[in-house]
Structures are given as C-alpha cells and as structure tokens.
C-alpha cells in the first residue's frame, strides 16, 4: 500500500491552463505539505496544513492554492500556469507537525 | 538565500568503503537535523535525525554527527553498498518551535557506489 499518494505523475500542460494536482495519505496523519523541487534541484516547502488548516504559506504566488477537504487529502490547484511554474511537485505528510515527514512520489509539471 | 548547504554536489566511493557526506547551515535557530536518501522518480525517504541535544546519531550502517558550534553535520555510511547509490538530501527545522515544521533543504548530493 503506498502511504503518500499522488497523481497524476506527469503533468505536460500549456501556459495559462488551470491545473489541479491531487494527494493522498492512509497514514492517519494530521499534518499535509507540498514542496517544490526546482530545476536546481532545492526542495522548498510552499504550504503546510494540520488538521485542514493551513498553517505555512510560504512567498508563493497566489495563483496556487492549496485546499485540505479532509486530513488525508491536501490538493493542490494553479491557476494560469507560467513557464516558470515548470518543476517536481512532492506532497508529504507528518503525524503531527513535529514529526518525521513522508514523501510522495512526485509530480512532475511541465509548462510549454 | 541557501540556509542549508551540501557544497558536494557528487560523491563516488568504492563498495564496502566509508561514503561522508557533508553539510553546513547557517541559521542558528535550527535544532533539528534530517538526512533524506532520494532515488530517481521517487520521492525522498527518511533516514536518519538528530536533535540539537545529541552530537551521534546512529542507525545500523548510518551515523550523523552534528557540530554545532561549527553549524556543521556529517552522514557516515560504513560500509557502503551498490544499494546506495542515490541523492542524499540534508534537512533542517524548528522543530516544534513553529507550526508546521517547516524543513529547510539542501541542494542534494549525488553518491555513486561502485561495485
């Protein structure tokens, strides 16, 4: 059983589309995060939600917003994909804030 | 503004020998430290953690050492196998000090593990 879920695992879209990129844990975790891997390959937090509620938002455009419809689902949505939107997009999950983090597979979004 | 930094972009080390990896921070209210391996298309997996409080941390064929007055942790691995050869990742937080547990990410370092 995959404990981080995430689909799709490619994402090649056009710039301006709308995109969603979905996240799963069966962990029974209260804490979700997504983080962007960039061409450079730095891993950086984007948010952090605990029990459904966002608690990082870190300087990222507010064309991605990020919607918690349980504890085990964090969503992630972008709006008017840019070129520079373009990375591997990882969710990951913790028991509580202050716990260990579980990575999912990564998505990888391609803009053209 | 790179708080975390793994200056070794790439590593290659013989099989059954000891791999180092090293990693330098600069933030000072860091008190929790992570090593993450990562292989290609999947995402990173824990490995191993050390408190602020420790300088050793050891889990069978891993070990970190953290110095903190030079802001500086290694990751040990004796003896090293083919199985390892992967993207070592450097992690490092307030751990419990802000909600959320924000990990702050070294570049990575690419080790090679030659049978």
């Known amino acids: 059983d995959t404990a981080v879920s995430q689909t799709p695992k490619y994402l090649v879209t056009q710039m301006g589309n709308d995109k969603s990129i979905k996240c799963e844990q069966n962990l029974g975790h209260d804490t979700m995060y997504w983080y962007k891997q960039d061409s450079k390959k730095f891993l950086k937090i984007m948010f952090s939600?605990?029990?459904?509620?966002?608690?990082i938002n870190e300087t990222v455009p507010n064309r991605f917003s990020p919607k918690s419809p349980d504890k085990a689902h964090l969503n992630l949505h972008i709006n008017s994909l840019e070129l520079g939107d373009s990375a591997v997009y990882f969710c990951?999950?913790?028991?509580?804030?202050?716990?260990?983090?579980?990575f999912g597979p990564g998505t990888r979004l391609t803009v053209l | 503004d790179q708080q975390v930094k793994q200056n070794s972009p790439s590593l290659s080390v013989q099989e059954g020998r000891i791999s180092i990896l090293n990693c330098d921070y600069t933030n000072s209210m860091f008190d929790y430290f992570l090593w993450y391996k990562k292989y290609p298309a999947e995402g990173p997996t824990f490995l191993i953690s050390i408190s602020s409080i420790k300088d050793k941390n050891e889990d069978g064929r891993f070990t970190v050492f953290l110095n903190k007055s030079a802001k500086h942790l290694s990751l040990h691995i004796v003896p090293s196998q083919p199985g390892d050869s992967a993207v070592y990742f450097c992690a490092a937080s307030n751990n419990g000090k802000a909600a959320g547990n924000k990990l702050t990410f070294g570049g990575g370092t690419r080790v090679l593990v030659k049978p």
């Open positions: 939600y605990n029990n459904k509620e966002l608690i």
């Open positions: 990951a999950s913790s028991k509580t804030f202050a716990d260990t983090q579980y």
